[in-house]
């Protein structure tokens, strides 16, 4: 009779090692599903700032290029100057964001304050001209603005800063974003001023 006995019990599981193997699977069925959760939100969060980096580098190409390739206005052409502020910039470019590489386009950078104070951020936009288009880029945390670097090194926070000014362009347009601590500088490429031919 003991032999019965063993022999029933070698068989199989008695109720209460069935209930600890399936606590125990359990567990480990929990703890697996937690950590492809957390594997799955890191993925998620790696991604979204990668994106970001990545538009960040193609505003700032833009922004680059543009200003790099300004055009000089000819003499008395008013529409196509220089002329910035602190929150934007319009002039005409042989490098614009529409890549007509060559071809004068004029276009402008603006930057918007949005949300409210303590929680400020500024977009960036670029303006197609002709088209009466904007394109947002990016946001930036906190305010920002643009300066303009004349020939002998000096800032200015409107272009032209002088009357005499008015014809040419600045050395360098910079974007700054002190609470992302940014400071952009983009170095004019061309020619300052217009040379004109037909001088004396």
């Known amino acids: 009779m003991s032999r019965r006995i063993s022999r029933g019990r070698e068989r199989g599981f008695t109720l209460l090692e069935l209930i600890v193997v399936l606590l125990l699977a359990a567990m480990v069925t929990t703890l697996l599903m937690q950590g492809m959760d957390y594997v799955s939100r890191a993925n998620d969060s790696f991604l979204r700032q990668g994106e970001s980096r990545q538009l960040r580098v193609l505003a700032f190409g833009w922004f680059d290029d543009a200003i790099a390739q300004l055009a000089a206005p000819a003499r008395g052409d008013a529409p196509a100057r220089f002329r910035g502020d602190p929150l934007s910039f319009e002039a005409v470019s042989l490098a614009s964001?529409?890549?007509?590489?060559?071809?004068?386009?004029?276009?402008?950078?603006?930057?918007?304050?949005?949300?409210?104070?303590?929680?400020?951020?500024?977009?960036?936009?670029?303006?197609?001209?002709?088209?009466?288009?904007?394109w947002p880029l990016l946001e930036l945390q906190g305010p920002a603005h643009f300066l303009y670097r004349d020939e002998q090194g000096a800032w200015h926070d409107n272009w032209p800063p002088l009357p005499v000014l008015a014809d040419s362009l600045p050395a360098a347009v910079a974007?700054?974003?002190?609470?992302?601590?940014?400071?952009?500088?983009?170095r004019v490429a061309t020619p300052l001023r217009r040379v004109n031919a037909d001088a004396d």
């Open 175 to 186: 974007l700054n974003a002190p609470e992302e601590r940014l400071f952009r500088l983009a």
């Open 97 to 134: 964001a529409e890549r007509i590489e060559g071809v004068p386009v004029p276009f402008a950078f603006r930057l918007e304050r949005l949300g409210e104070p303590g929680r400020e951020r500024t977009a960036m936009i670029y303006v197609r001209r002709l088209q009466a288009s904007r």
